[in-house]
């Protein structure tokens, strides 16, 4: 049997009315529930001491954003993960937790790029420490039992970039097997201008003291039959060795105690980071990350070269 339409149910919608314009405008206050997360962050950050961040300031000229603001909207943003400027600029527009958090303020992206590149980097610390110290005021954490845990995370660098100090030390050794060989080669042809000269020794080989060598050489052997490889030799060494060197002793510098580091991001070093279920991994630029918890609360961080957890010992507080 086919029922007719007049004797089914009636369908009831929920009444909506667009551009409906409100008396009483609602509140984000009362639309944000009690326990929502952003509500942790305002009050946390409320209680910390801020000073060494307002010192940031130099005063004058037109006004500014609060850095207290600016902090929570920072801070709730990394937590909700969004880390682009122009996606929290949206979102203080958009979100009705970014506005409320926010007070209604709308920095730009060119402010929030500005407040953490340049004013907040150099007080994190400070600000992360006082929130630490907060939880032990609450009792929520006690620094009597802390685990460390470390991770590596990639850096944002090119892969094929590599400058390895073993290959920095061959090359070093192989330009002073190669000047030690045209200096014997000279002192055979050239007796009478070398017969008093040292064996060339070199106690660190150095860009100076290499290009001093080549002239004595190249001098040496003016006017004389030299075989022609000998003299492309000489005439490559004249222009290369010491720019070279002088290369080498700039890179040294830049790799300190590591075997590696990538050109694209010299303060990166090559790690080999697990790639899937099969642990086949690849050395990429990277970074060991250091976490002491407790309870899940992190209670202090620091960011490593090294390659193992051996290497970075829970004393090593430094950063980078």
Sequence with gaps: MILDD??????????????????????????????????IVSQIIDQIDITPLEKKYKGGGTSSYHPRVLLKIIVYAYLDNVYSSRRIEASLKENIHYMWVSGMSTPDHNTINRFRGDRLQEVLKQVFSQVVLLLVDHGLVNMKEVYLEGTKIEANASRYSFVWGKSIKTSKKRIENQLEELWKYAC????????????????QIAPEAVKQAIEKIDQAIKDKEVDKKVKQKINYAKKNWPENLKRYEDQE??????????????????????EDHMKNGQLKPGYNLQISTQDQFILHYSLHRNQTDTLTPVSAYGRI
């Design 6 to 39: 007049t004797f089914m149910a009636k369908k009831v919608f929920k009444t909506h009315q667009f551009g409906q314009i409100m008396l009483l405008p609602p509140s984000l206050d009362e639309m944000i529930d009690k326990n929502h997360p952003v509500r």
């Design 188 to 203: 055979g042809i050239a007796r009478d201008e070398m017969k008093d000269t040292e064996p060339l020794h070199f106690e």
């Design 253 to 274: 510098k830049i790799l300190g105690k590591r075997n590696n580091y990538s050109k694209t991001d010299p303060d990166a070093s090559f790690m080999r980071m697990k």
